[in-house]
């Protein structure tokens, strides 16, 4: 029998290799073998995504995930609320559902028990056509700022960026389209001289080119009034610098908000072992899935798996990052201080749907709001 000698460099290679597979292995015992998530339409970023950190799981860890695609916010959180769903990656509207807020203040919903895995940071914006001359959040009074009918997302982190700037929409001239896309090319067909949307939507390089042209609005990341103002609006926004999308470079980046998009979302009652796996894996696995998309390597646990966040961290995924010495005493203040206001909403939704059984739909809307903005002005 003849050996062959083997030099240094393949063995390191069939080490690294070895203790790769033995380490899926492991982490493949800790994740269920099969999983259902929940994501926004194919096409959509939140799929795209979810589908390129499903495809790792499964070369990393065996794990076989099956996406459940929803165009509306009810149809991405209904089956992770009724169990069909192990978890949801969403965005703006789990806010919305930990408030019992828009789609969720009707009956049957209230404020939800939500909890967040993980969520990247995206960024948002307010772009102007140039030829407007807004130079600041103030220059935006008695301009013509496009609103989407029927799209709450987008709308309500608008009205927080007039909040930084003194702002509201009595303000400006809010116009409504009927679509986002149609609000989009409002600024090119000369119909409006701002909106609202992340970087990269396509009319706004349509814009830049244009006649018109394009300017980002500065939202100053040292304004600590102004942040106080937009986080009234929804506590869940941080400042970012953006070097990419239309207009934008590292050479000429611009200051704007980030929000998180998308979120792995799961319910509260989540078993804290199962989740600590979730975002472990989520972590282990980045070198797999961080190069799928532009924006996916935002995925990076130290910026993903922090605070703020639209709605509290599961115990889990806290419990990994105090173990990766990324979790700090503010950090747990600022989940503990989002566990106590969501358990108040929902103890004031409890005694809601008990006083207003009489009343219409609309009415008990109406009292519910009333009885959520008391509460939160309460705490």
Not at 116 to 141: C, K, M, N, Q, Y
Not at 224 to 229: A, K, L, P, Q, V
Request: glycine content about 6%; aromatic content about 10%; some cysteine.
């Amino acid at each position: 029998m003849k050996y062959k000698t083997l030099n240094a460099s393949i063995i390191a290679a069939s080490f690294s290799f070895s203790m790769f597979t033995l380490s899926g292995v492991a982490a493949a015992q800790e994740l269920p073998d099969t999983m259902t998530w929940t994501a926004y339409d194919v096409g959509s970023q939140g799929h795209s995504e979810a589908s390129a950190i499903a495809d790792a799981f499964g070369r990393a860890y065996d794990t076989r995930i099956r996406i459940q695609p929803a165009g509306s916010a009810i149809g991405r959180l209904q089956p992770l609320v009724s169990g069909r769903a192990d978890y949801a990656f969403l965005a703006t509207e789990s806010f919305f559902a930990s408030e019992g807020t828009f789609d969720f203040a009707e009956r049957r919903w209230g404020p939800q028990d939500l909890r967040a895995v993980a969520g990247r940071p995206s960024s948002f914006g307010i772009p102007t056509a140039a030829d407007a001359e807004i130079h600041s959040l103030e220059g935006l009074r008695g301009k013509r700022v496009a609103y989407t009918a029927g799209n709450p997302s987008v709308s309500v982190k608008c009205d927080a960026i007039l909040a930084f700037g003194g702002l509201t929409r009595d303000d400006v001239e809010a116009v409504m389209f009927p679509a986002h896309s149609a609000a989009m090319s409002s600024l090119v067909q000369g119909q409006a001289d701002a909106v609202c949307t992340t970087t990269t939507a396509s009319q706004l390089y349509e814009l830049k080119e244009s006649p018109r042209g394009l300017r980002w609005v500065d939202i100053p990341a040292d304004d600590e009034e102004g942040w106080g103002r937009m986080n009234q609006v929804a506590p869940v926004f941080q400042s970012f610098t953006e070097t990419i999308g239309a207009g934008l470079s590292e050479d000429t980046p611009a200051n704007m908000l980030a929000y998180r998009y998308p979120i792995i979302v799961s319910m509260a009652d989540k078993d804290e072992e199962e989740v600590y796996a979730m975002i472990k894996s989520l972590d282990e696995s980045y070198d797999l899935y961080k190069d799928a998309t532009s924006a996916i390597h935002r995925w990076v646990i130290s910026d993903s798996g922090v605070p703020p966040i639209d709605i509290p961290f599961h115990a889990g995924a806290v419990r990994y990052m105090e173990e990766k010495g990324l979790w700090d005493k503010d950090m747990q203040a600022w989940n503990d201080a989002r566990i106590t206001r969501l358990e108040a909403l929902q103890e004031a939704w409890e005694s809601t749907v008990e006083d207003a059984s009489g009343l219409d739909d609309d009415a008990f809307k109406a009292r519910w709001e009333e009885r959520r903005q008391a509460t939160l002005d309460a705490l």
